[in-house]
């Protein structure tokens, strides 16, 4: 799709990636019901190509994703090519947990919730400013809350991560328009844990990887 400056995403990466897991990923949406079968009658058109759901296949959805389409969220179903997918999808799942600050700069994303197979799960939420502390006073901040239940839903662990966003603005080649980029610091006295590089985002033009 054609995004303009301060959308999210470029050239459909991230829809294209949930083919890596299913071959037939489904979305239920208001009064729409389709799927993109790659496996199906039409092959590879499928890729940009859904097929609406029969009443069939609506009905055997599973009781939670019925759910939440009744209550009129936008619902994506990914089923997966084979079970033996599960060990490395629950792997990434917990590489998102503990590499959350990237949800600093989903501006359009607030809140991810990951349950294992194992029943337990992990809560992540991105705060407003004032709610991820404030001690800074004109210092734009940003924070990640992290809550944690158990296989029997008993409170596991729960952690805050406070982060100082730094923007200035970068020149690129070619004659095109400057971009705004963000960078992202552990605040002085905060509890984030996490380690590694800090993500970096193009707020305003291309998007970098």
């Known amino acids: 799709s054609l995004k303009g400056l301060g959308h999210t995403g470029h050239k459909g990466i991230g829809w294209k990636s949930v083919f890596r897991?299913?071959?037939?990923?489904?979305?239920?949406?208001?009064?729409?019901a389709f799927k993109f079968d790659i496996k199906g009658p039409l092959g590879r058109l499928a890729y940009v190509t859904p097929t609406a759901l029969t009443q069939?296949?609506?009905?055997?959805?599973?009781?939670?994703?019925?759910?939440a389409h009744a209550a009129g969220l936008t619902t994506m179903l990914?089923?997966?090519?084979?079970?033996?997918?599960?060990?490395?999808?629950?792997?990434?799942?917990?590489?998102?947990a503990e590499h959350s600050l990237c949800l600093v700069f989903l501006r359009r994303l607030r809140r991810i919730v990951l349950r294992y197979p194992d029943g337990?799960?992990?809560?992540?939420?991105?705060?407003?400013?004032?709610?991820?502390?404030?001690?800074?006073?004109?210092?734009?901040?940003?924070?990640?809350?992290?809550?944690?239940?158990g296989p029997g839903g008993e409170e596991g662990r729960q952690s805050l991560r406070e982060f100082v966003l730094h923007a200035h603005s970068v020149e690129l080649p070619g004659g095109e328009a400057p971009c705004e980029l963000t960078l992202a610091f552990r605040a002085p006295g905060g509890r984030a844990k996490d380690g590694g590089d800090f993500p970096v985002l193009a707020e305003e033009g291309p998007t970098f990887p």
Not at 56 to 67: G, M
Not at 78 to 96: F, G, H, K, N, Y
């Open 56 to 67: 069939e296949e609506l009905d055997a959805l599973p009781a939670k994703a019925k759910q």
């Open 120 to 149: 337990r799960a992990a809560h992540i939420e991105r705060m407003a400013e004032a709610a991820a502390g404030g001690r800074l006073e004109g210092v734009p901040t940003a924070g990640v809350q992290i809550s944690e239940t």
């Open 78 to 96: 990914l089923p997966l090519r084979a079970t033996s997918d599960v060990p490395a999808l629950a792997a990434e799942m917990r590489q998102i």
């Open 21 to 32: 897991i299913s071959d037939r990923p489904h979305v239920l949406s208001r009064a729409f």
